[in-house]
């Protein structure tokens, strides 16, 4: 049984916490993950199989998600991102390897912009580096169902906005996943208070992923069918990290964390211990 530890912080008053598994012997620095929005510390078993036997494993209850406090009113990323490095202080570790998904890679992004000497790795998955026209009109459409109380509807046009539904492009259990995501979104519409805030947030302001980044490893990951965000604009953001490597993982989209949760923890355990990925069988040819 590993040991287990939840610690309670705070940020100018507001009420958050990470959950730590401790690892006695670990093979290298504890490793962070920073999932995407309104996704919680319990949200990652198969991580935490993987990686909870080589490092101390860390996932967090960011303000807004779970048992945390709401974020305080006209607070964003800036706020999200002070909070990741409160437990940063926290854990007191020289260095750590973090692994951030989605929203969650925005924020460990930043986090790595800001303290590169603390970061050993940077694992950044799903990255959304870039909000077209449609998907600017799926928030607004899903931010309307909201304010007129029709989380049924909110809950649809957000699962079908974060999925590849072509039929043309394979992934396995494509319908499971969908009804998944649905029932999720409409979770987060009954019982987080702050979700109409989001999508009013992300409708005035875009992610942040300029700067690049110098003097830490870093991988970018991608489903091979994302339709939030092109593998090639991934491709194109990992460039601006200084000696970063790019891998599009097969029969996914922006869900991979979800439909190839195995593989994406297999390829996080390999990456964060300085092993060898080049022969993972899930993951696409690397174009010539």
């Known amino acids: 049984m590993r040991e287990e530890e939840v610690r309670p912080l705070t940020l100018g008053g507001t009420r958050f916490s990470y959950r730590l598994l401790r690892q006695p012997g670990p093979r290298t620095e504890p490793v962070i993950v920073l999932g995407g929005g309104f996704q919680g510390s319990r949200g990652w ?11 101390d494993f860390v996932t967090a209850d960011l303000p807004g998600v ?7 009113p006209g607070a964003g990323t800036e706020f999200a991102g002070a909070a990741v490095d409160r437990i940063l202080d926290d ?4 260095r750590v390897n973090l692994f951030g998904y989605s929203y969650g890679a925005e924020l460990a992004f930043g986090c790595a912009q800001r303290n590169p000497h603390r970061i050993a790795r940077l694992m950044l998955g799903g990255v959304v580096s870039h909000t077209s026209a449609a998907q600017r009109e799926s928030l607004q459409l899903a931010a309307g169902h909201l304010e007129r109380g029709d989380t049924e509807g909110f809950a649809a046009v957000a699962a079908r906005m974060q999925l590849c539904l072509d039929e043309d492009r394979h992934i396995p259990r494509r319908a499971l996943v969908h009804r998944y995501v ?20 992300s409708l005035i302001s875009s992610p942040s992923f300029d700067g690049g980044l110098a003097g830490v490893p870093a991988l970018v990951f991608t489903g091979e069918h994302d339709s939030i965000t092109s593998p090639d604009r991934q491709r194109a953001f990992a460039a601006t990290i200084r000696g970063s490597r790019f891998a599009a993982i097969r029969d996914a989209d922006h869900w991979v964390v979800l439909e190839r949760a195995a593989d994406v923890a297999d390829l996080a355990a390999r990456f964060f211990t300085g092993r060898s990925w080049d022969d993972a069988p899930y993951l696409t040819p690397a174009p010539r």
């Open 91 to 94: 854990l007191a570790a020289p």
């Open 45 to 55: 078993p198969h991580m935490e199989d993987r990686i909870a036997p080589v490092a």
């Open 182 to 201: 649905k029932r999720s979104m409409l979770h987060v519409a009954v019982h987080v208070p702050d979700v109409l805030a989001y999508l009013q947030r």
């Open 66 to 72: 779970g048992e945390s406090d709401p974020l305080p």
